[in-house]
């Protein structure tokens, strides 16, 4: 064989045409080798509560298990799991968990990772139109056709990312890639001649931002809002912004309850929008007040005195006052102690909340509010889960747990899918969770857009209207206990 094949005796036969041509087809499968994706079932994009609960719940499964699993985060996961607060500060993202999503976490082993001590459960709640005084109370432990007496109990949402980021963590590892946003999501190559070769031209592929390229043969897209999974899976997203800002802020009230005494949720409608303040443990509770844009700017310029008495303003003065000590720059505290005295039929007591005494330093915030439901929840070996897939008004305060009612759903589709020796990511595999839980969301987010709508007019007779629906739900008990099971999640 010897001298003959040696490349200086071949070289004058070959063209330099075809000679490149050689050395450019050498560099292409080098560079194919280099750049073979790393394969995955299941990769999850957002490390959120949709995200980090999906994980947990897929690795804490005896039926998918085995699964290789992977997480994109773009932040720090490790600030998630050393997360830490004292017991006099609580974080302003804080929301509600009803029964039936405190039974998922138990059922994937997160729940007894939660700090309980910074939980609050709450049983009754206070519902008041701001305009006519029409009102509506539940009080779950007095109902004898719930079958608990907790509404929901609300917890910082860091407090349960750290809860599900410790449960994920005792379980048999999944490969994260946190501090690692998606660069790119394209299609898989075409296959070759090679049959023994996996065909991967169905499963998209992931460029990241540290240069490596993942497949995934599912991709699950919990990365809020704007997802790129939703862009690359071409899913449009159909909705819009309500011109209303929601402020948030952890405030304390004037009296310290007992661990064990039964809490009661506020939420006054205002024209303007919704005014909620929500039990936090001992004296303390979470704000959120949907309001307008120029409102929230002028709230968030006030000193924390004044921003109290603006709250205390909002569960007691009339319309007209309220409007009036927005547009003041400061003085609120007197403004409000005047108006209180020359406000006819003030109520007090167990109907409105204690008054606030005092804001937390650096906790009040605010963010737009949109309404946003994606045209549906799957495509070709993609799905979509939380925010991703739905945006909602927070006045019923069901954001995340419609986003763990996603993850459920979908948990149990990939269950079935392995469990019969199925494809996770065909699209048969995956109908079953779109038709599960798009009608679901769909006549919630409907539901929640319309009592906005309804209780942003001011004046007229639909404030009558409204008013007098309200009272008659309140006096009949079988319609008040279904809308006692739509708001614990039943």
Known sequence: MGPSFTAPSIRPFICQTCAKALRRRRRTYATAAITKPELYDVVCVGGGPAGLSLLTALRASPIT????????????????????????????????????????LERIGAWPHLDHSRMQPYHRMQVWDGVSGARISFDWEQSPKTSHVTVAYMTENANLLRALSTRLSSLPPITVFDKTSVAAISPGPLPTPDITAPDLSSWPHLILSNSRTIAARLLIGADGLNSPVRTFAAIPSRGWDYNRHGVVATVRVAANFPRNMPRTAYQRFLPTGPVALLAL???????VWSTLPSHATRLKSLSPPDFAAMINAAFRLRIVDIDYMHTIPSG?????????????????????????VDVQANSIASFPLRLRHADAYTASRMALVGDAAHTIHPLAGQGLNMGLGDVEALVGNIEDSVRYGGDIGAGMALEGYGAER???????????????????????????LRSLGLEAVDKVGVVKEFFMRQAAGN
């Open 332 to 356: 609120q505290i007197d403004e409000l102690e005047w108006r209180l005295k020359h406000t006819p039929g003030s109520v007090e007591g167990s109907q409105i909340p204690y008054s606030v």
């Open 438 to 464: 798009y009608a679901v969301n769909n006549r919630l987010l409907g539901i929640v857009d319309k009592f906005h709508k309804l209780y942003s007019v001011g004046s007229g007779p639909l404030v009558g």
């Open 281 to 287: 443990p001992g004296p303390y509770a979470t704000l």
């Open 65 to 104: 298990s085995s699964l290789k699993l992977a997480l994109v985060e773009s932040q720090d996961l490790s600030k998630t799991s050393t997360w830490s607060l004292g017991p006099d500060q609580y974080s302003n993202r804080a929301s509600s968990l009803t029964p039936s999503s405190k039974a998922f």
